[in-house]
Nanobody, 127 residues
Framework: VQFVESGGGLVQPGGSLRLSCAAS????????IGWFRQAPGKGREGVSC????????NDADSVKGRFTISRDNAKNTVYLQMDSLKPEDTAVYYC?????????????????????WGQGTQVTVSS
């Protein structure tokens, strides 16, 4: 499975960034793509995910109202629009594929549900 992640960088508090994830090389009609993040010295945290079958999403409480996940099926790309960024959003952000997700919400609480992982992109929120 190949990933192309982009969009990370340095931004001031209150600013915005958009992350992109293009995943290819897996065969499934019922999958989910999720964004996770890991800050220095902390565990991996689920941020947001979206299912291929119906476009339903699931967001962590810490980002609700600030982050929006979306997809472009024609480009096989998932986006994470991050607004009102805070210093505590600073982390490496990873894109991941759950290659079989048919029922229920895409998961965020257990990263082991995801089979394939991108290389990560750094997001730093600082003045």
């Amino acid at each position: 499975v190949q990933f192309v992640e982009s969009g990370g960088g340095l931004v001031q508090p209150g600013g915005s960034l958009r992350l992109s994830c293009a995943a290819s090389g897996f065969s499934s009609n019922y999958y989910a793509i999720g964004w996770f993040r890991q800050a220095p010295g902390k565990g991996r945290e689920g941020v947001s995910c979206i299912k291929s079958s119906d476009g339903s999403t699931n967001d962590a409480d810490s980002v609700k109202g600030r982050f929006t996940i979306s997809r472009d099926n024609a480009k096989n790309t998932v986006y994470l629009q991050m607004d009102s960024l805070k210093p505590e959003d600073t982390a490496v952000y990873y894109c991941a594929v759950d290659s079989l997700r048919v029922f229920g919400l895409c998961p965020l609480s257990d990263s082991n549900e995801y089979d394939y992982w991108g290389q990560g992109t750094q997001v730093t929120v600082s003045s």
